[in-house]
């Protein structure tokens, strides 16, 4: 964790000024292509999130009750994911939003792709309701359990899967209508860079927020 934090912070700042300053502006968009750094690897963030709370998930499925301590464990960092999960599909959701704002003109236009992630967070928002409500701690780590591997099941299809049969709003000169990547050289390292830095943040801030139930 204490090599982690410096790495992240070299990370960040060197993503930001490829951002800044070396990204060039892309064709059609401008320099409004600089959000696709955030955006991007927050959306794929919140998949590898939302898919580590269900590995935690199986694996609490999996204990004894007698195993308590490692039973709570186990579920604090399945619901520590989940919520990680939550804030950067929220981010993701902010970022799209104001993409679109500056694109298109307006913040919300139902796309596919809108649509879908807001169905993804209205899923994992009441994941974390659900926990709210239940007081007993291994009944709340095992019904939890059941409810993450349930809810990771629709992720790969509301993010990768049913937005790629419908026009989307996406710009073809980032996204194609293959589903493929399309960027000068630059762009694509700075992107590769970012989903780095994001997900080590991630990680990060699962490792402390674990820490702190423990």
Same mark, same amino acid.
Not at 40 to 51: D, E, G, K, Q, Y
Not at 71 to 86: E, N
Not at 154 to 177: A, D, G, Q, T, W
């Given at each position: 964790m204490k090599h982690l934090i410096p790495l992240i912070a070299v990370l960040t700042l060197l993503t930001l000024g490829l951002v800044f300053f070396v990204v060039p502006p892309a064709e059609g968009l401008g320099y409004y292509v600089r959000i696709i750094f955030l955006h &991007?690897?927050?959306?794929?963030?919140? *998949?590898?999130?939302? #898919?580590v709370a269900a590995i935690y998930a199986w694996r609490v %499925?999996?204990?004894?009750?007698?195993?308590?301590?490692?039973?709570?464990?186990?579920?604090?960092?399945?619901?520590?994911?989940?919520?990680?999960? %939550?804030?950067?599909? *929220?981010? #993701?959701? *902010?970022?799209?939003a104001i993409f679109s704002r500056l694109t298109w003109g307006a913040f919300w236009n139902w796309d596919p792709r809108q649509t879908t992630i807001l169905c993804?967070?209205? &899923? /994992?928002?009441a994941y974390l309701a659900l926990r709210a409500v239940l007081d007993d701690p291994e009944r709340r780590a095992r019904i939890s359990a059941i409810?993450?591997?349930?809810?990771?099941?629709?992720?790969? @299809?509301?993010?990768?899967? &049913?937005?790629? @049969? /419908? @026009?989307? %709003?996406?710009?073809?000169? *980032? %996204?194609?209508?293959?589903?493929? &990547?399309?960027?000068?050289p630059v762009m694509l390292a700075t992107l590769l860079l970012a989903l780095l830095d994001v997900t080590l943040i991630y990680f990060a801030l699962l490792r402390k927020g674990a820490k702190s139930r423990t």
């Open positions: &991007i690897p927050c959306a794929w963030v919140s *998949v590898v999130a939302f #898919a %499925l999996r204990l004894r009750d007698d195993d308590r301590a490692t039973l709570l464990r186990a579920d604090g960092f399945s619901a520590r994911s989940a919520q990680l999960g %939550l804030l950067f599909t *929220v981010l #993701a959701t *902010v970022t799209g993804l967070l209205m &899923i /994992y928002a409810y993450a591997l349930f809810s990771v099941l629709p992720v790969p @299809f509301l993010v990768f899967v &049913i937005p790629r @049969f /419908y @026009f989307s %709003l996406h710009p073809e000169p *980032v %996204l194609n209508s293959a589903g493929h &990547i399309d960027m000068e």
